[in-house]
């Protein structure tokens, strides 16, 4: 099966992963910058898909990154993905953005059994959720996703750019300290989870907030 991963929860990020190749990866692209997403996306893919010599009706399926994230950034990769996913006649997948965190931690020296995965939700804020671990397994979400202060998490090992930003209130891991979601390891969670028989999500975003835009009241009489 060869997917297409999208994820913009926090930067832009695609890849081509596929279990059909002993390296899995076809091709991949991050970006570093927090606020260019539309930008740098259509691009981007576009590129990596030439380099890979794939074309549209090559992909089995679209998968991409709920977040939670800002909605403007997480707005982009979904719009895109349903997009592409519509015109290549293709099925779409959703996979929490924060799972591809996880199984990033969970295939390094790092891991451990149960640990926190948190990233930049910005307002002095961040999104985590918890998940547990055991070896040969895919990591196990047991509680989120949530927004809340870094404070108030729970006192476990965090991994993620959200607890490199806080690491004066959390147990972050150096090695993970700046680490976002990446599309590349979110490609990689929805191989696994669909070879062992688990529905994905749907694309429904995880907002988690409310958007900072809002339809204006009416207007008020003069008299």
Not at 106 to 112: G, I
């Amino acid at each position: 099966m060869l997917i297409l991963a999208i994820d913009t929860s926090a930067v832009a990020s695609a890849a081509l992963v596929s279990d059909d190749r002993p390296e899995g990866v076809l091709g991949s692209f991050a970006t570093e910058d927090t606020r260019s997403h539309a930008e740098v996306l259509a691009p981007g893919i576009h590129t990596m898909l030439s380099e890979a010599g794939v074309k549209g009706h090559d992909v089995d399926a679209v998968v991409v990154g709920v977040g939670p994230g800002p909605f403007t950034g997480l707005r982009s990769g979904i719009a895109t993905a349903r997009t592409l996913a519509f015109v290549w006649g293709k099925p779409l997948h959703g996979v929490m953005s924060l799972d591809a965190v996880a199984l990033e931690v969970a295939e390094s020296a790092a891991a451990v059994a149960e640990f926190l995965v948190v990233t930049d939700a910005r307002r002095k804020e961040v999104y985590w959720a918890r998940y547990s671990f055991a070896d040969g397994e895919l990591p196990l979400l047991e509680d989120g996703p949530h927004v809340g202060f870094a404070a108030d998490l729970p006192d476990l090992p965090a991994y993620g750019a959200g607890a490199g930003l806080y690491a004066d209130a959390l147990q972050a891991h150096p090695g993970f300290a700046k680490e976002q979601p990446d599309a590349l390891y979110l490609g990689r969670s929805a191989l696994a989870r669909l070879a062992s028989g688990e529905a994905l999500l749907d694309s429904t975003p995880l907002y988690l907030r409310e958007s900072d835009a809002q339809v204006p009241g009416p207007r008020k009489r003069a008299l």
